[in-house]
């Protein structure tokens, strides 16, 4: 019976003797310097190279095989893959980028790192580049569409511990239902990453601000608190994780609707979004100061205000630890 093998265990194979061989390889060669046999490596070499970390050469009937030039297998260095990424990016290499973190994730890089302090820093960089006039806006649409892509990469190429007791949704809210989720999208990738059940809704404008849609998201929320209770999951926890790009009354009307609805069954987190040129203020619920440049929310209703993504996410999860000690009691 054939022996079965990781896509881990045969990349790093494939990576370590590519890596010492200039001239190329054919898949003959690998598969006797790897001990794999022919087919199943050639089976690993086109998954390997749709991921862009391997290319081939076609020498007259021949395939040869190399590293992906340009990649640095082994670096841990968060600047250094951020660099590498961010050129990827702003030469619309796609394939590149999304060799560049998926090559980062098999290196033991924390995935939660690589979104906070590689994909974040880049997508900020471009959105400053293109408020300063330096990139137009379809230029920033094609590196954001390659942003997300990179996301979803990440989310397939983890090794996620589920909690089957954790529930987040994510949506945004801005003035246009044309304007980018992109923020909302990092925040459920992380969290999904995290193992909580994460559910996107995207981009919501302040027109579809409704009663409609009021009603529709008690109705899903509702779900995922029977759903706990069916599993008898007495500590569960549902989060609603909402990004937001304007501030205007019936934001606040919506937040301050649900909680009155569910009380401490559902818990809210505000995200702003990095760029925030707003003049809104806020009350923090631990500070009496309304001079800071944030949303005009009512903190009686808000769990937890965050801009950072790292904040976010050990919020959402010393919460979930500490509701978890409280049952467990």
């Known amino acids: ?57 076609c020498v007259g009937n021949v395939n040869l095989w190399y590293i992906q ?3 640095d297998l082994s670096t841990k260095n968060m600047l250094e893959i951020q660099r590498l990424y961010m050129d990827a990016l702003f030469n619309y290499d796609e394939r590149k980028a999304r060799a560049i973190i998926i090559n980062a994730i098999h290196s033991n890089v924390d995935p939660v790192t690589i979104i906070d302090e590689v994909i974040t820093p880049t997508l900020n960089t471009a959105d400053e580049f293109y408020d300063r006039g330096m990139m137009n806006i379809i ?59 994460s559910y996107f809704i995207g981009n919501v404008s302040l027109a579809k601000m409704s009663l409609f849609f009021d009603i529709e998201m008690v109705k899903l929320l509702n779900k995922l608190l029977k759903r706990s209770l069916d599993n008898k999951k007495d500590g569960s926890i549902v989060l609603l994780c909402i990004t937001l790009g304007i501030s205007e009354p019936i934001v606040n009307e919506f937040i301050r609707s649900i909680k009155e609805k569910f009380g401490g069954s ?12 707003g ?36 919020w959402a999860e010393r919460l979930y630890r500490n509701l978890h000690e409280r049952y467990d009691k």
Do not use: C
């Open 279 to 314: 003049g809104y203020d806020y009350k923090d619920k631990n500070k009496d100061d309304s001079s800071s440049s944030e949303p005009n929310l009512d903190s009686r209703y808000v769990d937890h205000y965050s801009k950072d993504l790292k904040d976010s996410i050990e």
């Open 69 to 71: 030039h340009g990649l």
């Open 139 to 197: 230029d920033l649409m094609i590196i954001k569409n390659i942003i997300v892509e990179t996301l979803d990469a990440i989310k397939f190429n983890v090794s996620i511990d589920s909690k089957h007791d954790a529930y987040a949704i994510f949506l945004s809210i801005d003035d246009d239902s044309s304007k980018d989720d992109i923020n909302s999208r990092i925040l459920y990738t992380t969290f999904y990453i995290k193992g909580w059940n």
């Open 1 to 57: 019976m054939p022996k079965s093998y990781s896509l881990e265990e045969v990349k790093q194979r494939i990576v370590d003797i590519l890596a010492h061989s200039e001239a190329g390889l054919s898949g003959v060669e690998l598969a006797e310097k790897t001990g794999i046999n022919r087919i199943t490596i050639t089976k690993y070499l086109n998954i390997l190279e749709s991921m862009g970390l391997v290319k081939r050469k």
């Open 266 to 277: 559902i818990f809210i987190l505000i995200n702003m979004k990095r760029v925030n040129k």
